[in-house]
């Protein structure tokens, strides 16, 4: 006998690794109910819920054994152990994949499906890192992972019964499979692999072809109607207008009725003061989407709007006030080129940028987690930070607050003064017995919620002392629900509160009826247009129209929902709601049960996904004419894109701004201004590449372009004492000295860092003493003659 065929493995060998492989999905299983029963999510571990995923990891576990078991046969017949090795790596690589797919899940309570498609590599990785980050745990996981699969493997000798031949084998596991077709399951049932293959492929080859005459599809036939006018008491002079969108404020927190009521005490409040929506929907289930919703009635494109490679025409809230004299800010305490928040804000010329590079030493940024990772800063520093800039009295001003402290990891300030009171309210309460688990087991979440609802009460108390206080209207709403906190159901994620309260109002409302972000943006314009005379464009576009004021409970708008990015699967069609594939009818409390007649509703949602992709795709939003601000984008030749493509791979872009370092320090100028640019054009907030620019200019004998680039930087960044040191260079360069006491003056009055630049600002003072004693001599010598 040789020794390839003693060598050769066989199929007795092939079924182990299969019978490992779903022994393996099986434990990965157990440990997903497990996580999720003490986080307070599912009532029980070894329920109905979990006997459906098990058997739904039997049918894949026989559909991989199928597709590996003819590479394996051949590989093994071409060279003996090479089929075996294959199949063991490949199988380690998918269960792996499946234990990184549900802890996805545990964590954020909906599978990934092809909204990974949406996000960018370093997006992942921002979100990886503040959400727990990337510890310690991975890796010992994977080694579990390894030695479980392979211990299972050697266990299997002990129980094999051999099979003789491949084919009844195979014949076995297609039945397995297909009859996996036919028990339907939830996404906590399914195979997180096989989910995210379905959700990927289906995206991909979906039919989005538009099918109409009608080349602007948005543009309203009819003016926005003035629902709000009754119940303001406008003044003369145009009113400030304040939005706080708060991470994850879900309407499950606040307001009468809510779920997990108790832990916004002074929303609460606010809601009795002010026009309260009880019933709105965010537009999506994510961040990303908030602010071309809320602020622009803007369509989703592919994977939410401010993820389209070039914006097409476009008309928002801050484009129409700014052009009316509004001055437009935004206020963030975290890195505003994730989700492309500086880009979007950058198409739309706002005046001030406030992120995270802006605040300085005398702000605290939140704790970092057990990875060494922190969001940014919490909120009440981002509001401290607002409150300390200055404000013009005569102008009217448009600014919009994003906060963070209730996202991942749920880390406030005073920890555990905060837990403490969550305790306290736990035991005041009379919470029923899954709320109350639910609220023990996430005590950071709701300690988290105290911290930010105190967050915002500060800010109130605080823009009492601002500039027309009482000529401003707030609008506050959640971004989306909270993700780690169980949902009721597929709504549950975009049912968020939305509170507009002033000192202008004559008069408070509760208003029940189903409204969505959408009809916030045409909402206020009508409102402002029925008193002053703004400059409007002849025609506008919104996805939404005026919010409906019913008291009552009513759903009479089509509202579609992007769940993720790239994830476009649930359709408001009045009281009804489509929700991938499944139909619901939608009562006053926001519960759903089953319904039939999807098919309507299912057909309205796929219409719109063809105008969604045709308006964004092909520009035909609102036609050039209309456009406030023409999109500016960065055009670079084929050749200048083959070279950026040659040094950029990838990388974030901290790593390309060091590569465009690098070539300047080696003079390589106008490669470094080229790559510069290519930042700048997708991440218009990178302003340490903004910096570079005006240092290569000035090292180029270019001095009133750099001077202009860095006070533009300065302008962007107050705070950032990187600015300043560059153009005290150019300054002292230049023997611009006046300028550079100007700039004293600026830096210590702006800047917490001047300090660091001591030396700077000093040799400016002697440079300007020298030059004033020059021209003290001069003179003087003119007299003598």
């Known amino acids: 006998m040789n020794t390839s065929t003693i060598d050769r493995y066989t199929l007795k060998h092939y079924t182990r690794l299969i019978i490992s492989f779903f022994g393996s999905l099986l434990v990965l299983t157990v440990y997903q109910y497990a996580t999720l029963y003490f986080k307070g999510v599912v009532d029980v571990i070894f329920g109905t819920s979990f006997f459906i995923a098990l058997v739904h990891q039997i049918g894949y576990s026989s559909l991989v054994g199928v597709l590996l078991a003819f590479p394996f046969n051949f590989w093994e017949n071409l060279r003996p152990r090479y089929g075996f090795n294959l199949v063991f790596v490949v199988l380690l690589l998918l269960l792996m994949i499946e234990a990184m797919l549900i802890s996805y899940f545990c964590t954020a309570l909906v599978p990934l499906g092809s909204d990974l498609l949406g996000y960018s590599f370093e997006d992942i990785q921002m979100t990886i890192a503040n959400s727990g980050g990337i510890?310690?745990?991975?890796?010992?996981?994977?080694?579990?992972?390894?030695?479980?699969?392979?211990?299972?493997?050697?266990?299997?000798?002990?129980?094999?019964?051999?099979?003789?031949?491949?084919?009844?084998?195979?014949?076995?596991?297609?039945s397995m499979f297909i009859a996996t077709l036919f028990i339907e399951g939830k996404p906590i049932d399914h195979n997180k692999t096989q989910y995210l293959a379905l959700n990927l492929y289906d995206s991909s080859t979906e039919d989005t072809s538009y099918n109409s005459d009608v080349e602007y599809p948005l543009i309203k036939s009819k003016p926005v109607p003035n629902v709000l006018g009754e119940y303001f008491q406008l003044k003369e002079n145009k009113p400030n207008i304040v939005f706080i969108m708060v991470e994850g404020l879900g309407r499950d927190f606040v307001g009468e009725g809510a779920e997990y009521g108790g832990f916004t005490p002074f929303l609460d409040s606010l809601t009795h003061k002010s026009l309260y929506w009880e019933n709105c929907l965010s537009n999506t289930g994510r961040t990303f989407g908030v602010l071309p919703s809320l602020l622009g009635s803007l369509p989703f494109g592919k994977s939410g709007f401010m993820e389209l490679e070039k914006y097409p025409n476009k008309l928002t809230l801050f484009s129409i006030l700014k052009n009316n004299g509004y001055h437009t800010s935004f206020y963030q305490g975290t890195n505003s080129s994730f989700d492309n928040v500086d880009r979007f804000l950058s198409s739309e010329n706002l005046d001030f940028i406030l992120d995270k590079s802006g605040f300085g030493k005398n702000y605290q940024m939140q704790a970092e987690d057990a990875a060494g990772a922190s969001w940014g800063y919490p909120d009440k520093e981002l509001f401290k930070k607002s409150m300390s800039l200055p404000r013009e009295a005569q102008q009217p001003r448009m600014e919009v607050y994003m906060t963070i402290s209730t996202h991942e990891p749920f880390i406030p300030p005073r920890q555990d003064f905060y837990e403490a009171k969550v305790g306290q309210i736990l035991s005041e309460k009379d919470y029923d017995r899954k709320t109350k688990k639910v609220i023990e087991k996430n005590d950071n979440v709701f300690a988290t919620l105290l911290y930010t609802d105190d967050a915002l009460k500060y800010v109130f108390e605080a823009y009492k002392q601002q500039p027309n206080y009482d000529n401003t209207i707030f609008i506050i709403t959640g971004d989306h629900r909270l993700i780690p906190i169980p949902q009721r159901n597929n709504l549950s994620r975009f049912h968020v509160p939305l509170i507009m309260f002033s000192p202008l109002l004559k008069q408070t409302k509760k208003i029940s009826a189903l409204n969505s972000h959408f009809d916030v943006t045409p909402t206020l314009l009508a409102l402002l247009e029925a008193n002053y005379e703004l400059k409007m464009p002849k025609k506008v576009a919104w996805m939404g129209d005026a919010l409906d004021m019913s008291e009552k409970f009513r759903s009479k708008k089509q509202i579609p929902l992007m769940r993720n990015k790239n994830e476009l699967k649930e359709f408001v069609d009045g009281e009804k709601l489509y929700s991938d594939g499944s139909i619901y009818e939608l009562d006053e409390n926001m519960d759903l049960s089953s319904a039939f007649g999807g098919s309507k509703s299912e057909a309205k949602l796929k219409a719109f996904k063809s105008m969604n992709a045709y308006v964004t795709n092909k520009d035909k939003i609102i036609p050039d004419s209309l456009a406030i601000f023409s999109v500016k984008k960065e055009k670079f030749t084929d050749s200048e894109i083959i070279w950026i493509n040659s040094v950029y791979n990838g990388q974030n872009f901290d790593k390309v701004y060091m590569i465009a370092r690098e070539l300047a320090f080696e003079r390589e100028y106008k490669k470094s201004l080229l790559l510069s640019r290519y930042i700048l054009s997708e991440a218009p907030s990178h302003i340490d590449t903004k910096i570079l620019t005006g240092r290569v200019n000035v090292w180029m004998g270019n001095y009133d372009t750099s001077i202009e680039i860095l006070k533009d930087c300065i302008k962007m960044n107050p705070n950032y004492i990187d600015s300043y040191s560059a153009l005290f260079d150019v300054y002292f360069w230049s023997e611009r000295s006046k300028e550079a006491m100007e700039l004293i003056d600026q830096v210590e009055r702006n800047s917490s860092s001047a300090h660091e630049i001591e030396d700077k600002i000093e040799r400016a003072r002697r440079q300007a003493q020298k030059k004033g004693m020059a021209a003290a001599m001069k003179k003087k010598n003119r007299s003598d003659t």
Request: aromatic fraction near 20%; charged fraction near 10%.
């Open 135 to 174: 510890s310690w745990v991975l890796p010992l996981g994977f080694i579990g992972i390894v030695g479980m699969f392979f211990g299972l493997y050697k266990v299997s000798s002990k129980h094999y019964h051999h099979i003789s031949k491949m084919y009844p084998f195979t014949i076995i596991l297609i």
